[in-house]
């Protein structure tokens, strides 16, 4: 069973759930990138639909997305920038219930659009962040999601998959 599908994990992952709405209490949506689906599970399970709670998946390894069309975890496309991270083959049975009921959407974004982000944070705030970590905030600056006028939102960005070789802070 794979790490991010077990009862603990999402538990867990849940706590940052907690976290966000104890330092921004009045937040509207919050940004997910999607892997395995153990965080957007657990956030999504803690917020229950009080919030609107969206993943962000790499265009290469569309899982959740996948998931959503067939009704039911399916082997999925993987790769990418983001593989590393965000690309198992398939969501994960335990996390697919409760992220249907508590997180329906998700966009996805192209590789150039998360280095791009990755590079953004760097460049804007001195955070390095892994591809998988930056594809939340990529949507923003994307476009692929477009929040509403006054719409508060929060981007999780996760992750500890960085190496100096493949960080581009150039772009």
Do not use: C
């Not at 509207?28 to 009080?50: C, F, H, K, M």
């Not at 990418?80 to 335990?94: H, I, K, M, Q, Y």
């Amino acid at each position: 069973m794979p790490a991010f599908d077990q009862d603990e994990t999402i538990a867990g992952q849940g706590t940052l759930g907690l976290e966000l709405e104890q330092q921004a209490p009045r937040l509207d949506t919050v940004l997910v990138s999607v892997g395995g689906g153990g965080l957007i599970a657990g956030i999504a399970a803690w917020y229950a639909g009080r919030i609107k709670v969206v993943g962000v998946e790499p265009l290469a390894s569309p899982t959740l997305t996948k998931a959503f069309e067939a009704g039911h975890p399916v082997d999925a496309e993987v790769g990418g920038l983001a593989g590393d991270s965000l690309a198992p083959s398939r969501v994960g049975e335990r996390v697919f219930p409760i992220v249907r009921e508590y997180a329906p959407q998700t966009v996805l974004v192209s590789d150039d659009a998360i280095a791009n982000a990755q590079g953004t944070l760097w460049r804007t705030l001195r955070i390095v962040a892994e591809p998988g970590g930056a594809a939340a905030f990529s949507a923003l600056l994307s476009g692929a999601y477009t929040p509403q006028p006054g719409e508060r939102i929060a981007v999780i960005i996760s992750g500890g998959n960085t190496a100096a070789v493949n960080f581009d802070i150039t772009r």
